[in-house]
């Protein structure tokens, strides 16, 4: 294994703002990734008239304990990709929020590399809310919906 070979990989990481890259030849399968970057949060929180300040971190760390309390399943992206809530930008989409969906029915299509994945629902239940906007770029594990099994 040749280690400039793999230091030029790091280097196209960091360059780039990678997570994640993965080279296959015909002999050799190269992955390098590192840990989530631990970034800021840019954004507005409303004053609340009464009451402490709430950090970001807190806040999504309660609205995930709200979504857990609720019995809610967070639907995850399988791989790197454009998330598409249809199969053609004139088709209906296939969800909608307040929808039931079937365990194994299609709730949206991930694209990665030209080639369109369905993603299946793991459960039967309602879609409570979907995260994602259509066409938007999507990473490995980022949450696209919430279904309440039921």
Same mark, same amino acid.
């Given at each position: 294994?040749?280690?400039?070979?793999?230091?030029?990989?790091?280097?196209? /990481?960091?360059?780039?703002?990678?997570?994640? #890259?993965?080279?296959?030849? /015909?002999? =050799?399968?190269? =992955?390098?990734?590192?840990? @989530? @970057?631990?970034?800021?949060?840019?954004?507005?929180?409303? &004053? %609340? @008239? &009464?009451?402490?300040?709430?950090?970001?971190?807190?806040? +999504? !760390?309660? $609205?995930?304990?709200?979504?857990? !309390?609720?019995?809610?399943?967070?639907?995850?992206?399988?791989?790197?990709?454009?998330?598409?809530? $249809? &199969?053609?930008?004139?088709? !209906?989409?296939?969800? +909608?929020?307040?929808?039931?969906?079937?365990?194994? $029915?299609?709730?949206?299509? #991930?694209?990665?590399?030209? #080639?369109?994945?369905? *993603? +299946?629902?793991?459960?039967?239940?309602?879609?409570?809310?979907?995260? #994602?906007?259509?066409?938007?770029?999507?990473?490995?594990? %980022?949450?696209?919906?919430? *279904?309440?099994?039921?």
């Amino acid at each position: 294994m040749d280690i400039n070979f793999i230091r030029r990989l790091v280097d196209i /990481l960091e360059e780039n703002d990678l997570f994640e #890259i993965e080279v296959s030849t /015909l002999f =050799r399968k190269v =992955r390098v990734s590192r840990g @989530a @970057a631990i970034g800021s949060v840019v954004g507005t929180v409303p &004053a %609340q @008239a &009464a009451g402490p300040a709430v950090s970001a971190p807190v806040a +999504e !760390e309660a $609205a995930a304990a709200e979504e857990e !309390e609720l019995g809610l399943v967070e639907v995850t992206s399988p791989m790197v990709g454009t998330f598409y809530r $249809a &199969a053609s930008p004139d088709a !209906e989409p296939y969800v +909608e929020e307040g929808q039931y969906v079937e365990k194994g $029915a299609v709730i949206c299509i #991930i694209e990665a590399m030209k #080639i369109m994945n369905e *993603i +299946e629902s793991e459960y039967n239940g309602t879609i409570r809310k979907i995260k #994602i906007s259509n066409a938007e770029p999507v990473e490995y594990g %980022q949450a696209l919906m919430t *279904i309440k099994p039921g």
